[in-house]
């Protein structure tokens, strides 16, 4: 199930795994940089082009020296708040140990200095309770290689600071600076403090940048909250967008947006950029709002400055969007039934959610863990993929009971006009494929196609299976998988409209992209009113017919949107079973030998049946559980008239 | 001597003549009434099996459980083709009803294919036979 999970945010954040590499540089250095500079007309200098200023540790003439032995907390070397001292770790393994008496409400900082200096040691340091054993935080490459820890004192008392290097490190050219102080916050930027709401926020215009430091100036667990305002006009799409990582410190800043009233939360986002957040929405209200920035990694921690961006969206045909639901949790699959309800999966409630055409939310199945693909079978049953290995089957009454159980990790799920299922299997990187009532049938592997996945899947209009790698969709000739185009951002669980375009979400973008049959953007954007959207669906009117309206579930908001109807050209192309275009009766007389069956209906009949070439009773058998004919104590499922579902 | 020999032979006659006609209904009126299709098989998880009838007149053909499903077509006077299909077990399938059930002899069955439960078609008959019984 980890790896399931760790697999999903790959697939859903598409971004690398942020790697500790080290920079030249430090914090405070663009801490002076912003200062001196009004962002809102001076770019940020971006890390790597950070200025390093090499100093000297030996050289530091206010430096205490280290006194060896001083390996323990009971041999700790004194310091007081305002010293800097310097000591060599040597020889490897080697750590040094320095008390402090600090006072209840002191916001400690400690901060090395090493290799910006010119040490080759990559120190880390931990900071110990009075008692000299209970580790209180600990800290490693915050600066670059450097260590800095801040912490507010919640009891006096005698603390203890332990300095070693990365892996046991030590030599005699491994010097440090240390040097212990209080963490002041001031006025960094273009911010102008306070502004920790929206009655005290920074003015900010919507093109322009701002910048400012988060610093967790008092005792509040939340930590430093900078609230900036702009005002937007309705059916714009505005961009939000922090760099704080990006200059070069180890940072990870939050970012949300609020409505008018500062209270109403619009959208949020963490780690869209490696540490860095970034996020975008819709305006529907002419207004005033709010872009708040802040951690929530370590809010009473180190300060870091950041900078603020706030930008306007070009649109797309399918702008503006409508909000047809929210509070669904984290939304990811979606599926429309033959009433027009969507159905969604919601990853963070283990539920599935039904969403009426009136927009009523309602529990449809719940206690299904964290819910992925989402498809009907032939027989009208909710078809719903769970990281916890299951493929399960809801009926319309909303029980769910595990159906498919040997797949490793199913992901996306769809169902093909013969009424057989596809999946992803995202454990071994394969497509699997399965009888309408469940039987596995075979498997293709699917691990040449580089990127990850396949995830996401949908049946294409000429019956294949298309899959996306994250920023490719391929598609699945005759059991080989064939590239069929490949996007600058990852394409999520798309869908195809009867003209065979592509409808495609981008989440990492916030946008819906829609590309011809071979890969062309016929809009890019197609629309940008979607946070991070993950699926697309087309709606289906009251005859289970699909319809000229896209659907989308919006993950981070936790909403299901609907773009503008207007934009959207094509009806959907038929999701699921089709059922066949003859009688119960003609099948069984051409069985019998009186005939009445078309070729293609015996081709038909056969793929549904155990395809051995001719239309045989085997045959007949699958038809009869797929129609629902079969007397429940014989057929595998629990069938209903084909073609309905709720 | 010869009288009681005499008396001997006529009554074996006549209940010799008895005892015919209760075994092959010759000589008497035809008896409507019904007979049963049993299928021998080699396999536990039969799942639909097509097979052909033939023979003396047949009224009608029903499955011998609700659980099973019979669809059945007359190719001739004299020859039906049917398929049953559900969870079939070795003995009885399905009922004939006919016009004369000292005909019982006279019919034949033969199977023709046969699906196993997950649709897939058995790739050898042998062992399958279909008895019509009284």
Known sequence: ?646 | MRRVCMLFALAVLFFGVACADDSTGTGGPPQAGTLILRLTTPHADDGAVLFELSGPPIDSVVAVSASLRLFMRRASDSTIVAAVVGDIADGAVVTLRVPDVGAAAGYTARVLDVADRQNALRASLTGYALTVVP
């Not at chain 1, 090395?112 to 010119?118: L, M, R």
């Not at chain 1, 769910?400 to 093909?416: L, N």
């Not at chain 1, 289970?544 to 934009?567: I, Q």
């Open chain 1, 1 to 646: 199930m980890k790896i399931g999970i760790l697999v999903l945010l790959a697939l859903v954040r598409a971004a690398p795994v942020l790697a500790q590499t080290p920079v030249v540089g430090s914090w405070r250095e663009q801490v002076r940089r912003l200062r001196g500079a009004h962002a809102a007309t001076a770019p940020i200098v971006k890390a790597p082009h950070r200025l390093a200023l090499p100093r000297s540790v030996a050289s530091a003439s206010t430096a205490l020296a280290e006194q060896e032995p001083n390996n323990t907390a009971a041999t700790a070397d004194s310091a007081a708040l305002g010293d800097q001292a310097s000591g060599v770790l040597d020889p490897a393994g080697d750590v040094d140990f320095w008390f402090l008496d600090l006072t209840a409400g002191e916001f400690l900082s400690v901060d090395v200095d090493a290799n910006e200096a010119g040490s080759p040691l990559d120190p880390a340091i931990a900071l110990f309770a009075p008692d000299g054993v209970t580790q209180i935080v600990t800290n490693d490459d915050f600066d670059g290689l450097d260590s800095r820890i801040s912490h507010r004192i919640t009891t006096s008392g005698r603390y203890y600071v332990a300095i070693k290097g990365f892996g046991n490190q030590g030599g005699p050219e491994d010097s440090y600076a240390i040097n212990f102080g209080t963490v002041t916050c001031g006025t960094v930027g273009t911010e102008q403090e306070p502004n920790d709401g929206p009655g005290t926020a920074t003015p900010i215009a919507i093109g322009d940048s701002g910048s400012g430091e988060i610093c967790a100036r008092d005792a509040n667990p939340l930590g430093d909250v900078d609230y900036w305002a702009f005002t937007a006009q309705a059916g714009t799409t505005i961009e939000l967008d922090v760099d704080a990582e990006e200059l070069g410190v180890l940072s990870d800043p939050f970012l949300a947006a609020y409505a008018s009233n500062g209270i109403t939360r619009l959208a949020f986002n963490d780690d869209e950029d490696g540490r860095d957040s970034r996020l975008q929405f819709s305006i529907i209200t002419t207004g005033t709002y709010y872009a708040a920035v802040s951690t929530i990694a370590d809010p009473g921690g180190n300060p870091f400055p950041y900078s603020l961006h706030v930008r306007l969206t070009a649109q797309g045909p399918g702008d503006p969007i409508t909000v047809r639901a929210d509070s669904l949790g984290f939304p990811l699959g979606l599926a429309v039934g033959s009433n027009g309800d969507v159905f969604v999966g919601d990853v963070t409630g283990s539920r599935v959610a039904r969403v009426s055409t009136q927009g009523a939310v309602t529990t449809f199945a719940a206690g299904i863990q964290s819910p992925l693909g989402l498809a009907f079978d032939a027989f009208g049953n909710l078809l719903v993929a769970s990281v916890d290995g299951a493929v399960y089957r809801v009926t319309p009454q909303g029980q769910a009971t595990p159906f498919i159980t040997d797949a490793g990790i199913p992901f996306w799920i769809a169902v093909a006009p013969d009424g057989r299922i596809w999946l992803t299997d995202v454990s071994d990187r394969s497509l699997r494929r399965y009888s309408p009532t469940g039987q596995f049938e075979t498997r293709f592997d699917a691990g040449s196609i580089g990127g990850f996945g396949p995830g996401p899947l949908a049946i294409g209009p000429s019956g294949e299976p298309y899959f996306s790698n994250g920023t490719e969709i391929w598609k699945l000739v005759n059991g080989q998988p064939q590239r069929v185009f490949g996007n600058a951002f990852v394409i999520w669980a798309f869908a195809f409209d009867v003209a065979g375009n592509i409808y495609a979400p981008a989440p990492a973008v916030g946008r819906l992209t829609l590309f011809d049959p071979a890969g062309t953007a016929l809009a890019d954007p197609f629309a940008v009113g979607p946070d991070a959207p993950q699926a697309v669906a087309f709606g289906r009117d009251g005859t289970g017919a699909t319809v000229a309206r896209l659907f989308a579930t919006d993950s981070r908001v936790g909403r299901l949107v609907e773009v503008n109807p207007a934009g959207v050209e094509h009806a959907g192309y038929p999701v699921g079973f089709v059922p066949p275009p003859f009688s119960l009766d003609v099948a069984v007389a051409s069985l019998l030998g009186a005939g009445g069956l078309s070729a293609a209906d015996v081709q038909y009949l056969d793929a549904l049946g155990n395809h051995n070439g001719r239309y045989d009773v085997g045959d007949l058998r699958a038809y009869l559980t797929l129609v629902g004919d079969l007397p429940e104590a014989a057929g595998a499922a629990t069938p209903r008239r084909a073609g309905r579902n709720p």
